[in-house]
């Protein structure tokens, strides 16, 4: 069943220099308690399509002007924010890259747990949501939880900063959970441990789960489908499987092949995309990535492509993509 | 390549008996000070005894996680930092001893680039200015002479002349780290410490600037120390790779050896965290439980013991050496030829 339906989204910001399209339609589809990868650069608009979905884009210069967000049957772009505040850390809750940014530094882990589950379950005795906040940092690998509560934030090392929000982030049992690059800032070890755990909560709360990342690795360890965005738009979107063993759109090829592989040989030259992603301001017309493409033609800057099915679940917006499937085979 | 073959003249006549690089025993500990009046309560073990040469052309890869000293090894190298013990040869001279002006002669010939290149480059200088530095510094050539070594450096790191008009904010990211090459370049280094130069950088870019790199080692029979976390690059660009925990090294093999078989298990349980771009490859992994251990107190003995699975007793009281491997390699570990 799906829990959560993007579609159309775009998204449109003020700037000194004028009002840039920072997300062009984007779509995508969440299962229950499936993991769903968004991968792309900087600047791909990855991190504004899960603000978006939180109601959190920055007021007044960003703003959603076209599209719909589905979640339990109703567009929450059309909710008051009392009532998407309402949705927000109970049914769709979310996980930053930087701990320490997010959480409040002048608070003891205690205050801000139990803030966030009374404030969606407002009934529950003091007692027993502190039992409760024990138990979900218990859950999350927090050694002597009792102890942690009573502790702020900079007592704590990155990747229990890390648990912690997790632990903020599942209290209220939310149906979809949004980790923007959520390893990111943690060493490899510690990495390992919270993607380990991820899948363990995901298994026992049954949520689903958008893992927003630059990491193709990460995206092959945990998602079970991915959407590739380059520069605003959706370029690619496969369960995870097809996307590693045929990737279609050229962008994906060359992201695929930049990364160095440790069973690789080493100091021959890596495959690279030429060029660098545009600004929103020198964005090129037809397919944005047209002017990095090795295979791009007059008519791949003419019009841009939309989402074609190459399998079942498995579409690419490049106009080239059957040509070049013929190439390769 | 005009400035650069001009300057690279000559250099390999002198000093061809020994290593480029030397480092011996380096330890280099930082004081904790604390209370109303400052004392030193503590010292940080950011680097303890860590031993490795480097050959001309050659690189060498230093990997590990936050805080386990591999910066501070590159920062020293270049007197950034002084050891607290131990030596750092440069072509047999020992760098410590230097006074200011052979430190100056000797950053000629070490340069580093760093994480964040816009942190590095001089916000208000423009492009030219930030290039035309180092030959200011070391009194070479007229301003026309500079402005036109900085037009090849421009091109050789894959940029037009016109960026010397241009200040550092109007570059991206990958563009700001090949300013950062090519002033590491101007002065025709026989070494370029790279501390986490690429780790910031987007993937497509990021393979951009490791080829440059690599051309331009083969150009410049450059040596190189490759300091970052990200184990796949290191072993990418790298002969031979240290890894570090704490403060020490704990094994250091050719890169292929330490990959297809790592034998610390600190190293074991590295390579088997790292996430592998294919789906199918889901191995089981060894996820080494709890955090690095503060380097103000670090364990006794083996400090790596508190977080191994094959700790016994004796690896908290007794403080392994490095030991060679049969295939040449060096592993600190009491127990590698029982566990492997």
């Known amino acids: 069943m799906t829990v959560l339906d993007v579609s159309g989204l775009s998204v449109s910001f003020d700037t000194d220099e004028g009002i840039v399209d920072v997300l062009d339609r984007v779509d995508f589809k969440i299962r229950e308690g499936e993991t769903h990868g968004i991968v792309g650069e900087s600047g791909c608009?990855?991190?504004?399509?899960?603000?978006?979905?939180?109601?959190?884009?920055?007021?007044?210069?960003?703003?959603?002007?076209?599209?719909?967000?589905?979640?339990?049957?109703?567009?929450?772009?059309?909710?008051?924010?009392?009532?998407?505040?309402?949705?927000?850390?109970?049914g769709i809750s979310m996980i930053f890259q930087e701990p320490m940014a997010a959480l409040n530094p002048v608070q003891r882990v205690g205050n801000q747990l139990l803030e966030s589950l009374r404030t969606h379950r407002s009934d529950i005795s003091t007692d027993k949501a502190r039992a409760k906040c024990v138990e979900m940092l218990g859950h999350v690998g927090i050694p002597a939880p009792e102890q942690r509560l009573r502790e702020y934030p900079h007592q704590l090392s990155g990747g229990m900063r890390q648990r912690v929000m997790i632990a903020m982030a599942l209290v209220n049992v939310p149906d979809v959970l949004i980790a923007d690059e959520p390893t990111t800032a943690l060493d490899v070890t510690i990495q390992a441990q919270i993607l380990e755990?991820?899948?363990?909560?995901?298994?026992?709360?049954?949520?689903?789960?958008?893992?927003?990342?630059?990491?193709?690795?990460?995206?092959?360890?945990?998602?079970?489908?991915?959407?590739?965005?380059?520069?605003?738009?959706v370029v690619e979107r496969a369960p995870v499987l097809p996307l590693f063993d045929g990737p279609q759109h050229p962008y994906t090829k060359g992201l695929l092949g930049s990364i160095p592989s440790l069973a690789g040989e080493p100091k021959t030259d890596l495959t690279t995309i030429p060029g660098m992603v545009p600004t929103f301001f020198t964005m090129p017309s037809g397919c944005r990535f047209s002017n990095r493409c090795e295979h791009a033609q007059g008519r791949c800057s003419e019009t841009?492509?939309?989402?074609?099915?190459?399998?079942?679940?498995?579409?690419?917006?490049?106009?080239?993509?059957?040509?070049?499937?013929?190439?390769?085979t | 390549m005009h400035a650069l073959a001009r300057l690279g003249e000559g250099r390999d006549l002198t000093m061809r008996s020994f290593p480029l690089l030397e480092v011996e025993r380096l330890t280099k500990h930082f004081p904790v000070r604390a209370g109303v009046i400052p004392r030193t309560v503590g010292r940080v073990h950011a680097v303890d005894d860590v031993s490795f040469t480097l050959r001309r052309g050659e690189t060498i890869g230093l990997v590990g996680e936050s805080g386990c000293g591999?910066?501070?090894?590159?920062?020293?190298?270049?007197?950034?930092?002084?050891?607290?013990?131990?030596?750092?040869?440069?072509?047999?001279?020992?760098?410590?001893?230097?006074?200011?002006?052979?430190?100056?002669?000797?950053?000629?010939?070490?340069?580093?680039?760093?994480?964040?290149?816009?942190?590095?480059?001089?916000?208000?200088?423009?492009?030219?200015?930030?290039?035309?530095?180092?030959?200011?510094?070391?009194?070479?050539?007229?301003?026309?002479?500079?402005?036109?070594?900085?037009?090849?450096?421009?091109?050789?790191?894959?940029?037009?002349?016109?960026?010397?008009?241009?200040?550092?904010?109007?570059?991206?990211?990958?563009?700001?780290?090949?300013?950062?090459?090519?002033?590491?370049i101007a002065l025709s280094p026989k070494l370029i410490v790279c501390d986490e130069a690429v780790s910031a950088l987007d993937v497509s870019v990021q393979s951009q600037v490791v080829n440059l790199l690599l051309s331009l080692q083969q150009e410049m029979s450059l040596a190189l120390m490759f300091i970052a976390h990200d184990l796949a690059v290191v072993k990418h660009v790298s002969d031979r790779i240290a890894v570090m925990y704490l403060g020490e090294i704990v094994e250091m093999r050719d890169?292929?050896?330490?990959?297809?078989?790592?034998?610390?298990?600190?190293?074991?349980?590295?390579?088997?965290?790292?996430?592998?771009?294919?789906?199918?490859?889901?191995?089981q992994r060894t996820i080494l439980e709890g955090d690095v251990p503060s380097p103000i107190n670090p364990p006794s003995g083996c400090r790596f013991h508190t977080r191994c699975?094959?700790?016994?007793?004796?690896?908290?009281?007794?403080?392994?050496?490095?030991?060679?491997?049969?295939?040449?390699?060096?592993?600190?570990?009491?127990r590698w030829n029982e566990i492997n």
């Open chain 1, 304 to 328: 841009v492509p939309s989402l074609e099915t190459v399998q079942s679940s498995h579409g690419v917006a490049c106009m080239r993509w059957r040509d070049l499937a013929k190439v390769a």
């Open chain 1, 197 to 233: 755990l991820l899948k363990e909560l995901q298994r026992d709360y049954g949520m689903a789960v958008i893992f927003i990342t630059h990491d193709l690795a990460v995206i092959a360890e945990i998602s079970d489908s991915v959407t590739v965005m380059y520069a605003g738009r």
């Open chain 2, 255 to 283: 890169g292929e050896d330490i990959y297809r078989s790592p034998r610390h298990p600190y190293t074991k349980a590295l390579i088997s965290a790292i996430p592998v771009a294919d789906p199918r490859n889901k191995s």
């Open chain 2, 309 to 334: 699975q094959f700790a016994t007793p004796k690896c908290s009281k007794y403080r392994p050496e490095l030991e060679e491997l049969p295939d040449g390699g060096l592993v600190k570990c009491l």
């Open chain 2, 70 to 184: 591999k910066s501070t090894v590159g920062k020293t190298l270049l007197r950034l930092y002084d050891a607290t013990s131990g030596t750092v040869k440069f072509e047999g001279k020992d760098v410590s001893e230097m006074n200011r002006a052979q430190v100056r002669e000797l950053r000629k010939h070490i340069q580093i680039i760093f994480q964040d290149p816009f942190e590095s480059l001089n916000a208000r200088h423009t492009i030219g200015k930030i290039l035309a530095e180092p030959f200011v510094i070391q009194k070479m050539g007229t301003a026309a002479e500079r402005a036109q070594w900085v037009g090849e450096l421009l091109n050789r790191v894959g940029l037009d002349v016109s960026a010397s008009n241009r200040f550092p904010h109007e570059f991206s990211g990958g563009q700001r780290q090949r300013i950062g090459i090519a002033r590491a």
């Open chain 1, 45 to 90: 608009g990855k991190s504004v399509t899960s603000l978006a979905i939180m109601g959190l884009l920055p007021k007044p210069s960003g703003r959603v002007t076209a599209g719909s967000i589905k979640f339990a049957g109703r567009d929450i772009l059309k909710l008051s924010s009392t009532e998407m505040r309402s949705i927000r850390g109970d």
